[in-house]
């Protein structure tokens, strides 16, 4: 929680109160502002609310605005829409709108209370770009303080979900603790009371956020921390995986916590004999790395060698939609409450690759470079399938699918994943001593991740920057093109970037 300025504003109660939020398709916003008319009105004052669509569930935020006045001095005229330097209140449902709030002139340092959940909703624009498209949160945070009278800040969504209730109520709560408007706490609760749906979760959610906005954080409410993942299975597997443990956490400082978290992942994928050979490979990265340079290296192996080693095939698919934990998670998000049945459609769609795959690695060869027999399976399986894993032939199928980790290392996909790794390491090893190089080649391995099309286009890419690297690899600034390059890469999903960045430097190349 941030709170600046943390004295109660006290308005006249002759003039207007203007107040203004912004939210999305979900996040309640219009009974938000329905709860905020009610207490106003319940209190004394003329009130006028409007709303705004914005172009889309998240392209667009709904801007709601309320304006009040107390009724006795006469109802004015009250405006339609909130003016830049011209908002008392600003409440912003969710990170980047309270940045969109400031960049609009919602906020003013002389006047506006502001009211920001700390969490994010991606934006389109972000989850559209295959890399990191991640607005910085912090930057809002730091303009949030600097451009606000009064800024307070919390995780109010997940307020609101550890009280059974949604966003609204706890963004009430915490307009109620800011002290912001002349009502006190009992007529915002009776406004909830008002609603006649959902009031107990609501209200225990208001009082959260009310004492969040009021002081510091309780630890009893704070987000807890997730506990480290506990090992289990038979003695002899155990001994080994301690064994194996033992080795990750005595590699140099800077690379033993990411060898730990690398080799938890590939033995969750695989087993501990995966485990074993995702040592071997770090042990020999490490061999030709130094403490001259932080061990950069073998820190981006360990992190990226694992990554590479599990790989997303079917039986990896079938096995992450089959866990307990998603169906819980699916079934938290979506709200379904005791009694309820949830029905879990899973759309799987895998190219004939990925069927090829699936065979012994002879077999799955031949029939992939067999043009007669990919058309078949391309026929077979390429409309792609809609299984009801809520149902038992659906879920066990996938079932039995996620439980063939034994058969994968036979498979025609884990001897092409094991040679693109071993080709992908020794390429970076090769550029040695070109120490930023060999760096920068190790992060390429970024660019390759997901399941079908997906997979196919990034290893596309990745197979596109590495060859326009060995152009460039002569000069001295090699490693900073090769970093733009992959940064080229994770732009768009067609590479019109890339494209462009390697028509560069085929220009002086």
Same mark, same amino acid.
């Given at each position: 929680m941030?709170?600046?300025?943390p004295q109660?504003?006290?308005?006249?109660l002759?003039?207007?109160?203007?107040?203004?939020?912004?939210?999305?398709?979900?996040?309640?916003?219009?009974?938000?502002?329905?709860?905020?008319?009610?207490?106003?009105r319940a209190?004394?004052?003329?009130?006028?609310?409007?709303?705004?669509?914005?172009?889309?569930?998240?392209?667009?935020?709904?801007?709601?605005?309320?304006?009040?006045?107390?009724?006795?001095?006469?109802?004015?005229?009250?405006?339609?829409?909130?003016?830049?330097?011209?908002?008392?209140?600003?409440?912003?449902?969710?990170?980047?709108?309270?940045?969109?709030?400031?960049?609009?002139?919602?906020?003013?340092?002389?006047?506006?209370?502001?009211?920001?959940?700390?969490?994010?909703?991606l934006?389109?624009?972000?989850?559209?770009?295959?890399g990191?498209?991640?607005?910085?949160?912090?930057?809002? *945070?730091?303009?949030a303080?600097? *451009?606000?009278?009064?800024f307070i800040?919390?995780?109010?969504?997940?307020?609101?979900?550890?009280?059974?209730?949604?966003?609204?109520?706890?963004?009430?709560?915490?307009?109620?603790?800011?002290?912001?408007l002349?009502?006190?706490r009992?007529?915002?609760?009776?406004?909830?009371?008002?609603?006649?749906?959902?009031?107990?979760?609501?209200?225990?959610?208001?009082?959260?956020?009310?004492?969040?906005? *009021?002081?510091?954080?309780d630890?009893?409410?704070a987000?807890?921390?997730?506990?480290?993942?506990?090992?289990?299975?038979?003695?002899? *597997?155990m001994?080994e995986?301690?064994?194996?443990?033992?080795?990750?956490?005595?590699?140099?400082?800077?690379?033993?916590?990411?060898?730990?978290?690398?080799?938890?992942?590939?033995?969750?994928?695989?087993?501990?004999?995966?485990?074993?050979?995702?040592l071997?490979?770090?042990?020999?990265?490490?061999?030709?790395?130094?403490a001259?340079h932080?061990?950069?290296?073998?820190?981006?192996?360990?992190?990226?060698?694992a990554?590479?080693?599990?790989?997303?095939?079917?039986?990896?698919?079938a096995?992450?939609k089959?866990?307990?934990?998603?169906?819980?998670?699916?079934?938290?998000?979506?709200?379904?409450?005791?009694?309820?049945?949830?029905?879990l459609?899973?759309?799987m769609?895998?190219?004939?690759?990925e069927?090829?795959?699936?065979?012994?690695?002879?077999?799955?060869?031949r029939?992939?470079?067999?043009?007669?027999?990919?058309?078949?399976?391309?026929?077979?399986?390429?409309?792609?399938?809609?299984?009801?894993?809520?149902?038992?032939?659906?879920y066990?199928?996938?079932?039995?699918l996620?439980?063939?980790?034994g058969?994968?290392?036979k498979?025609?996909?884990?001897?092409?994943e094991?040679?693109?790794?071993?080709a992908?390491?020794?390429?970076?090893?090769?550029?040695?001593?070109?120490?930023?190089?060999?760096?920068?080649?190790?992060?390429?391995?970024?660019?390759?991740?997901?399941?079908?099309d997906?997979?196919?286009r990034?290893?596309?890419?990745?197979?596109?920057?590495?060859?326009?690297?060995?152009?460039?690899?002569?000069?001295?600034?090699?490693?900073?093109?090769?970093?733009?390059?992959?940064?080229?890469?994770l732009?768009?999903?067609?590479?019109?970037a890339?494209?462009?960045?390697?028509a560069?430097?085929?220009?002086?190349?």
């Amino acid at each position: 929680m941030n709170v600046l300025n943390p004295q109660p504003m006290d308005p006249k109660l002759s003039s207007i109160i203007k107040l203004a939020v912004l939210a999305v398709g979900g996040q309640g916003g219009g009974v938000l502002t329905a709860w905020i008319e009610d207490v106003a009105r319940a209190n004394g004052y003329a009130a006028q609310a409007t709303s705004v669509a914005g172009v889309s569930q998240r392209t667009g935020a709904t801007v709601y605005y309320i304006e009040m006045a107390p009724a006795d001095e006469g109802i004015p005229i009250f405006s339609l829409m909130p003016a830049a330097g011209d908002v008392d209140i600003m409440i912003a449902a969710e990170m980047m709108e309270a940045g969109r709030s400031i960049i609009r002139g919602f906020v003013t340092p002389e006047r506006t209370t502001l009211i920001a959940s700390t969490h994010r909703a991606l934006a389109v624009s972000e989850k559209m770009e295959p890399g990191n498209g991640i607005a910085n949160s912090d930057e809002v *945070m730091a303009a949030a303080g600097l *451009m606000a009278k009064r800024f307070i800040a919390a995780d109010f969504e997940a307020l609101a979900v550890r009280n059974g209730s949604v966003i609204s109520a706890s963004l009430f709560g915490a307009l109620a603790g800011s002290g912001a408007l002349p009502f006190p706490r009992e007529a915002f609760e009776a406004a909830i009371r008002k609603g006649g749906k959902g009031i107990e979760g609501s209200l225990r959610a208001f009082a959260a956020s009310y004492a969040e906005a *009021m002081g510091p954080v309780d630890p009893k409410t704070a987000p807890k921390k997730p506990g480290a993942l506990l090992a289990r299975g038979p003695a002899r *597997m155990m001994a080994e995986w301690h064994r194996l443990m033992g080795l990750a956490e005595a590699l140099p400082a800077p690379v033993a916590e990411m060898a730990r978290l690398g080799l938890r992942k590939v033995v969750e994928f695989q087993d501990v004999a995966y485990g074993a050979a995702y040592l071997d490979r770090l042990g020999k990265v490490l061999a030709r790395d130094d403490a001259a340079h932080g061990f950069a290296l073998s820190l981006e192996a360990a992190k990226y060698v694992a990554n590479a080693m599990c790989y997303d095939d079917v039986i990896r698919v079938a096995d992450l939609k089959t866990r307990g934990p998603r169906f819980d998670r699916i079934a938290k998000e979506m709200r379904v409450k005791a009694g309820n049945l949830m029905h879990l459609t899973e759309f799987m769609h895998p190219r004939a690759e990925e069927i090829a795959g699936m065979l012994p690695a002879g077999l799955g060869q031949r029939v992939q470079d067999d043009p007669n027999w990919m058309a078949r399976l391309d026929r077979w399986f390429s409309k792609g399938r809609r299984l009801r894993t809520d149902g038992l032939l659906s879920y066990a199928t996938l079932y039995l699918l996620g439980g063939l980790k034994g058969w994968r290392p036979k498979t025609l996909r884990h001897a092409q994943e094991v040679a693109h790794l071993e080709a992908w390491l020794a390429t970076a090893l090769g550029y040695l001593p070109r120490y930023d190089l060999a760096v920068e080649v190790l992060k390429c391995r970024r660019l390759v991740k997901g399941y079908s099309d997906t997979h196919s286009r990034g290893l596309s890419k990745f197979d596109k920057v590495l060859a326009a690297a060995a152009l460039v690899a002569n000069r001295d600034d090699a490693a900073d093109w090769l970093r733009r390059l992959r940064e080229a890469a994770l732009k768009d999903e067609e590479g019109k970037a890339l494209d462009g960045a390697i028509a560069t430097i085929r220009s002086f190349a």
